[in-house]
């Protein structure tokens, strides 16, 4: 098993060797300080491996019992289990399958979808499940197998309303924003309701998302409609609550207590700092508490309901942001194994020369296992909930990431490694359980060992014609290609010059030769001129990517309408309006749209997936 350690050197994305600053490898030092002793709390074994336990008691998941004399049985069962010996304390037994679930014949296609973006004309100004829903029955009716959506991270529920979906306060649970009121119980009856429809459509017609104003409408109305059930016995509700247990009440614990305190966890009384303390199961048994943490949990299970109906419509591969505010939900809850005083991001690279600096905490590797990586499982767990794939946003923060001491820039951090098998058994006994998909965003800075580990347990690459030298059909078979993300520019804004001319704007020191390369590949993929139309230049380069033998492609929406903005503009705050720009017209629009539906046959051209029409024909005939 592999150790954490501190990289005393790396290597960029551009082949120039790297040495930390002493300084920095000492904040480094005392930050993985600490860490309870010893690696004898879990054990984490492949499947059909025949370690030596016994004499031990192995009491499994289901509550049965068995008596090991010696070494574990080959077909011993999957899961999470604990390790009983005489005179010594108990263990867990993390017992995982080495693959990631992924069919032999699983080779499809799907629709990128920033999610707040995506608006209805009966949105209330974001796009939301129900339009995820309709997205859904829209691409499937094109042959789409899947439906790759941003993160649904839950901000606080506080105003101003955090945008970035990869600054959340929690990855365990989900924004509300996202509900489709007009779905919620019983809200139609509701006198208010009209006069909700008018001012939510009004906010869809914004030109930009306005997420206070979304988060002081839909807030009002979720507390009518919750006034109006919370009293109605709800069997449902009660056996959501049962199975989510001490993880949901936590977390609903958090949000009561940010409503009545306003900031951060670190800003609280001393005696709420921490979520075992007494403190907090005093004040949390107030009865007007107590009604807020009811409220909290009632709004999770709404977005689950919500969120199962539109994965019924087409499978979704949810989105897993590499961390979380430190001041937030699961920095309360994990605060014991993370690395205090520690940022993650990443070195300079060509997109980025500054490199980056996420502002997010890393777990401590050590406490982390010292934890039995209960936090990581329930992570992993949690977003693969209603999913068929999950896309682990910076794949390579499993092995290791880049921690920089806070306050210092970006290019003074250091690599910590992180014990990359454990995790990544954790992810593939998920995986199979969920049957769901994995994808690697294993973008940047990779050493090559890594595609070679995440490959034997296939995760799938991430592929984008952006930053591939190659054309699409020289990309390999285990991945996901693309053109573009979120983080980069959309085919208008590059073919146009919009987004060059953003960034020079914005004074962000834009690497003009590189995106200049980065056309003249366009160029030659789709034997375009200047007096070329973007139109035809996007459907002509998403038919050079269908020539991927890729097991998923994926389109973006804002590449369907010919958007020039790109969602996330990196290194800026203020600048730009990140995570807040809507898609230039309502999803309504898309069923007419010719570069819609020119994407949608490019891509399901050599795809194994049937075309849903024909099959509806078939059945009707």
């Given at each position: 098993?592999?150790?954490?350690?501190?990289?005393?050197?790396?290597?960029?994305?551009?082949?120039?060797?790297?040495?930390?600053?002493?300084?920095?490898?000492?904040?480094?030092?005392?930050?993985?300080?600490?860490?309870?002793?010893?690696?004898?709390?879990?054990?984490?074994?492949?499947?059909?491996?025949?370690?030596?336990?016994?004499?031990?008691?192995?009491?499994?998941?289901?509550?049965?019992?068995?008596?090991?004399?010696?070494?574990?049985?080959?077909?011993?069962a999957h899961g999470y289990h604990r390790i009983v010996r005489k005179g010594a304390p108990e263990a867990r037994l993390i017992v995982a399958p080495f693959e990631?679930?992924?069919?032999?014949?699983?080779?499809?296609?799907?629709?990128?979808?920033?999610?707040?973006?995506?608006?209805?004309?009966?949105?209330?100004?974001?796009?939301?499940?129900?339009?995820?829903?309709?997205?859904?029955?829209?691409?499937?009716?094109?042959?789409?197998?899947?439906?790759?959506?941003?993160?649904?991270?839950?901000?606080?529920?506080?105003?101003?309303?955090?945008?970035?979906?990869?600054?959340?306060?929690?990855?365990?649970?989900?924004?509300?924003?996202?509900?489709?009121?007009?779905?919620?119980?019983?809200?139609?009856?509701?006198?208010?309701?009209?006069?909700?429809?008018?001012?939510?459509?009004?906010?869809?017609?914004?030109?930009?998302?306005?997420?206070?104003?979304?988060?002081?409408?839909?807030?009002?109305?979720?507390?009518?409609?919750?006034?109006?059930?919370?009293?109605?016995?709800?069997?449902?509700?009660?056996?959501?609550?049962?199975?989510?247990?001490?993880?949901?009440?936590?977390?609903?614990?958090?949000?009561?207590?940010?409503?009545?305190?306003?900031?951060?966890?670190?800003?609280?009384?001393?005696?709420?700092?921490?979520?075992?303390?007494?403190?907090?199961?005093?004040?949390?048994?107030?009865?007007?508490?107590?009604?807020?943490?009811?409220?909290?949990?009632?709004?999770?299970?709404?977005?689950?309901?919500?969120?199962?109906?539109?994965?019924?419509?087409?499978?979704?591969?949810?989105?897993?942001?590499?961390?979380?505010?430190?001041?937030?939900?699961?920095?309360?809850?994990?605060?014991?194994?993370?690395?205090?005083?520690?940022?993650?991001?990443?070195?300079?690279?060509e997109f980025n020369t500054r490199g980056q600096d996420w502002g997010l905490p890393p777990f401590s590797p050590d406490k982390l296992r010292a934890a039995s990586?209960?936090?990581?499982?329930?992570?992993?767990?949690?977003?693969?909930?209603?999913?068929?794939?999950?896309?682990?946003?910076?794949?390579?923060?499993?092995?290791?990431?880049?921690?920089?001491?806070?306050?210092?820039?970006?290019?003074?951090?250091?690599?910590?490694?992180?014990?990359?098998?454990?995790?990544?058994?954790?992810?593939?006994?998920?995986?199979?359980?969920?049957?769901?998909?994995?994808?690697?965003?294993?973008?940047?800075?990779?050493?090559?060992?890594?595609?070679?580990?995440?490959?034997?347990?296939?995760?799938?690459?991430?592929?984008?014609?952006?930053?591939?030298?190659?054309?699409?059909?020289?990309?390999?078979?285990?991945?996901?290609?693309?053109?573009?993300?979120?983080?980069?520019?959309?085919?208008?804004?590059?073919?146009?010059?919009?987004?060059?001319?953003?960034?020079?704007?914005?004074?962000?020191?834009?690497?003009?030769?590189?995106?200049?390369?980065?056309?003249?590949?366009?160029?030659?993929?789709?034997?375009?001129?200047?007096?070329?139309?973007?139109?035809?230049?996007?459907?002509?380069?998403?038919?050079?990517?269908?020539?991927?033998?890729?097991?998923?492609?994926?389109?973006?929406?804002?590449?369907?309408?010919?958007?020039?903005?790109?969602?996330?503009?990196?290194?800026?705050?203020?600048?730009?309006?990140?995570?807040?720009?809507p898609l230039p017209e309502p999803i309504e629009t898309l069923p007419a749209n010719p570069v819609a539906a020119a994407i949608a046959k490019a891509l399901r051209?050599?795809?194994?997936?049937?075309?849903?029409?024909?099959?509806?024909?078939?059945?009707?005939?």
């Amino acid at each position: 098993m592999s150790r954490p350690a501190i990289q005393r050197h790396y290597v960029d994305a551009l082949g120039r060797r790297h040495r930390p600053p002493a300084a920095t490898i000492d904040v480094i030092t005392k930050a993985m300080a600490g860490a309870p002793a010893g690696d004898d709390r879990v054990l984490v074994v492949r499947g059909g491996s025949r370690p030596a336990l016994g004499p031990a008691e192995i009491r499994l998941e289901d509550g049965t019992a068995v008596t090991i004399e010696d070494r574990l049985p080959a077909d011993f069962a999957h899961g999470y289990h604990r390790i009983v010996r005489k005179g010594a304390p108990e263990a867990r037994l993390i017992v995982a399958p080495f693959e990631c679930y992924l069919p032999e014949d699983f080779r499809t296609w799907g629709w990128a979808i920033q999610l707040y973006a995506a608006r209805s004309r009966q949105s209330w100004g974001i796009g939301d499940l129900a339009d995820l829903a309709r997205l859904g029955r829209w691409a499937k009716s094109q042959g789409a197998g899947i439906a790759m959506i941003n993160p649904l991270a839950a901000p606080p529920p506080l105003l101003p309303q955090q945008a970035s979906p990869y600054f959340p306060s929690s990855r365990l649970f989900r924004n509300p924003l996202f509900l489709a009121v007009g779905e919620l119980p019983g809200v139609r009856e509701l006198k208010p309701f009209p006069e909700w429809v008018r001012q939510g459509r009004r906010l869809t017609r914004e030109p930009l998302i306005d997420r206070d104003a979304i988060f002081r409408l839909k807030t009002a109305a979720f507390e009518a409609v919750w006034r109006r059930v919370r009293r109605r016995r709800d069997a449902d509700f009660d056996r959501f609550v049962r199975e989510q247990g001490d993880v949901l009440r936590q977390y609903a614990t958090f949000c009561a207590f940010s409503e009545r305190f306003g900031c951060g966890w670190h800003g609280w009384p001393e005696e709420l700092r921490h979520p075992a303390a007494p403190g907090v199961a005093r004040l949390a048994g107030e009865p007007a508490i107590a009604h807020r943490i009811q409220f909290h949990q009632w709004l999770q299970y709404q977005i689950d309901r919500q969120l199962a109906r539109a994965s019924a419509e087409l499978p979704v591969m949810q989105d897993l942001p590499i961390g979380f505010d430190a001041d937030g939900a699961d920095g309360w809850a994990f605060q014991d194994v993370l690395a205090h005083g520690i940022s993650v991001g990443a070195p300079p690279d060509e997109f980025n020369t500054r490199g980056q600096d996420w502002g997010l905490p890393p777990f401590s590797p050590d406490k982390l296992r010292a934890a039995s990586y209960e936090p990581f499982a329930q992570t992993i767990r949690a977003c693969l909930r209603h999913a068929g794939g999950l896309r682990i946003d910076h794949v390579m923060g499993l092995f290791r990431l880049f921690w920089i001491p806070v306050g210092r820039e970006p290019a003074e951090g250091a690599y910590v490694r992180s014990r990359a098998e454990d995790l990544l058994a954790i992810v593939a006994l998920e995986s199979q359980r969920a049957r769901a998909v994995i994808v690697g965003e294993d973008l940047g800075t990779v050493e090559k060992r890594m595609r070679q580990d995440l490959a034997a347990r296939r995760i799938l690459s991430y592929r984008l014609v952006w930053f591939e030298k190659t054309p699409p059909a020289s990309y390999p078979e285990q991945a996901l290609s693309a053109i573009t993300t979120h983080d980069l520019p959309t085919v208008a804004g590059l073919w146009s010059g919009a987004d060059l001319e953003a960034q020079r704007q914005l004074k962000l020191a834009p690497n003009e030769a590189g995106t200049e390369e980065i056309r003249d590949r366009v160029r030659t993929m789709t034997r375009a001129s200047a007096r070329t139309p973007v139109g035809t230049v996007i459907t002509r380069l998403h038919a050079a990517l269908a020539a991927a033998p890729s097991r998923l492609l994926t389109a973006t929406l804002e590449d369907a309408m010919a958007a020039p903005e790109r969602p996330n503009m990196p290194a800026t705050t203020h600048q730009w309006p990140n995570w807040s720009i809507p898609l230039p017209e309502p999803i309504e629009t898309l069923p007419a749209n010719p570069v819609a539906a020119a994407i949608a046959k490019a891509l399901r051209r050599g795809r194994r997936i049937p075309d849903n029409r024909k099959d509806r024909r078939r059945r009707s005939s």
